[in-house]
């Protein structure tokens, strides 16, 4: 399995975590930034989802980011120059 496809299938068995990250990138333009790192925020959703929610047994795997980031820029038309890209390395 490619890491394209541990992504779908992650993204798909966890959609909060999308949602989570979406909101947070809203957050973040509100206060007046027109780029930010997705590095960080998946930080956050750790946060969030093991610390504030409790969810001991949370895991995203950091192959995730960039996947997460190109996701949000291509669904979301107000944040398609929110992120800067690099080629990502295959597997």
Not at 32 to 39: H, K, M, V
Request: glycine letters at 2%; proline letters at 5%; one cysteine or more.
């Amino acid at each position: 399995m490619t890491k394209q496809d541990q992504f779908t299938k992650y993204d798909q068995e966890h959609p909060e975590v999308y949602r989570y990250l979406l909101t947070l990138c809203r957050n973040v333009k509100e206060r007046g930034f027109t780029r930010y790192a997705i590095s960080p925020l998946v930080e956050l959703v750790r946060w969030h989802f093991r610390i504030e929610r409790g969810e001991n047994e949370f895991k995203i795997q950091n192959d995730f980011k960039p996947w997460y980031a190109r996701k949000i820029a291509t669904e979301n038309p107000e944040f398609s120059d929110f992120f800067t890209f690099r080629p990502i390395r295959s597997n």
